[in-house]
């Protein structure tokens, strides 16, 4: 918004030096008196963006040291690149079962892997889905693209003349 009115300004100013008949005299003051204004207020604007954008930085930082702060309190001193290694050691890069069941099946194995209750698997888990180490992709047919999905249960209508699909996926394993 502030760099469209500083052009227009700008152009604004550009004519004002041609001396046109189409521009008069006050509109040359006011473009005198405002593009100042507009030029000093984009520079306080774009001093915030700068400062915000390290305090996002910043708070990136924190939050990913915190991330693997919890990640060693809850698997007793590994790392997250660590136990994701330990997940591609395991299981590939994908882990070929339903998402209920996946997830199942890799609670299971840190509960084993790493010798932890169930209750911090759990929380391991999460931390490594919400950390983008594990996530679940979902294959859709490239043939059904290109047609509305219905989400509704089949047994919701059974008189449905659109094709339905049933949806089957994988757990990803991004270490």
Request: charged share 35%; hydrophobic share 35%; with cysteine.
């Amino acid at each position: 918004m502030w760099t469209q009115l500083e052009e227009k300004l700008i152009k604004w100013e550009s004519n004002l030096n041609k001396k046109n008949d189409s521009i008069s005299d006050e509109e040359r003051q006011y473009i005198a008196r405002e593009l100042p204004k507009i030029k000093a207020e984009k520079k306080q604007m774009e001093h915030r963006l700068r400062k915000l954008n390290e305090i996002i930085a910043k708070t990136k930082i924190f939050v990913d040291d915190l991330t693997e702060d919890e990640c060693r309190e809850l698997s007793k001193g590994h790392s997250l690149a660590g136990v994701g290694e330990a997940l591609k050691e395991e299981f590939g890069n994908k882990l070929e079962e339903g998402q209920t069941q996946g997830k199942h099946t890799l609670i299971k194995f840190l509960k084993n892997r790493f010798n932890i209750e169930k209750k911090n698997a759990r929380k391991l888990f999460t931390l490594l889905d919400d950390a983008g180490i594990v996530y679940y992709r979902i294959d859709i047919p490239r043939n059904s693209l290109s047609e509305p999905i219905i989400y509704e249960p089949l047994e919701a209508d059974v008189g449905i003349p659109e094709t339905m699909y049933a949806f089957y996926g994988d757990w990803i394993i991004n270490a």
